[in-house]
């Protein structure tokens, strides 16, 4: 026990800060790339709008099959 305290942090001890710290930050970057693709513009009026066109309706042809 001695030992342990003159040490100070166990190898296992300072492996799971790193591992910790490394989740953090992933867990971060992922907020802001969801805050980044979330984000609604904000000038409407300049957001492109499409519509449809519509199309020219075509005489539906009819089939008949038959059996050879």
Known sequence: M????RMGLSVW?????V???VVGVLILILFVI???ACKVPSHQEKVPVFTAVPQRKMPE????????
Do not use: F, G, P, V
């Open 13 to 17: 001890a300072i492996i799971a800060i």
């Open 2 to 5: 001695e030992h342990d305290l």
């Open 61 to 68: 042809q009819k089939y008949l099959l038959t059996a050879a």
């Open 19 to 21: 591992c910790n710290s």
């Open 34 to 36: 969801l805050y980044k």
